[in-house]
């Protein structure tokens, strides 16, 4: 069964998914960032060539030709294909297809609009029987 992860009261959502998924990559070998709409896919997209500063985050969008071969896929679409290690999850709905992959993390801002929503989620995997963890950013520092 897939193991759920909630990272909560993020200030910044998309810096949070670009290092999760570089732990993933490093960690499980590959990830698959969902991502709400086209602006915040390209703007993961840009981060993931920033950070770090000193190496190289290899990854690309779904519909690449190098989307099979490349250790994260980052895109919009609400489909997958290929490896199912991690998947982070910027969407405000669960994903259809998440239950194919070992590792799912829930991303939520801090805004009240993700929190809601998050908490939408948190309910949906929860009455599904998924065991869920919860990691509040804000209590980090």
């Known amino acids: 069964m897939t193991t759920i992860d909630f990272y909560t009261h993020c200030g910044d ?14 960690q499980h ?6 991502t709400p709409d086209e602006a915040r896919t390209a703007a993961l997209d840009s981060l993931l060539w920033r950070i770090p500063p000193t190496s ?21 679409e609400l489909a997958h294909q290929g490896p199912a290690d ?19 993390v829930e991303i939520v801002g801090a805004a009240e609009a993700d929190t809601v929503a998050g908490r ?7 009455e599904r029987g998924y065991t869920l963890r919860s990691h ?3 209590q980090r520092g």
């Open 13 to 26: 959502p998309l810096d949070v998914a670009a290092k999760l998924s570089v732990k993933a990559w490093q």
């Open 29 to 34: 070998g590959s990830a698959r960032v969902l």
């Open 56 to 76: 190289f985050v290899p990854h690309c969008r779904l519909a690449s030709p190098l989307a099979a071969e490349t250790p994260i896929v980052v895109d919009h």
């Open 86 to 104: 991690v998947l982070i999850n910027l969407h405000p709905a669960p994903p259809p297809f998440f239950s194919r992959f070992e590792r799912l």
């Open 120 to 126: 939408e989620r948190w309910r949906f995997y929860k």
């Open 136 to 138: 509040n950013l804000a």
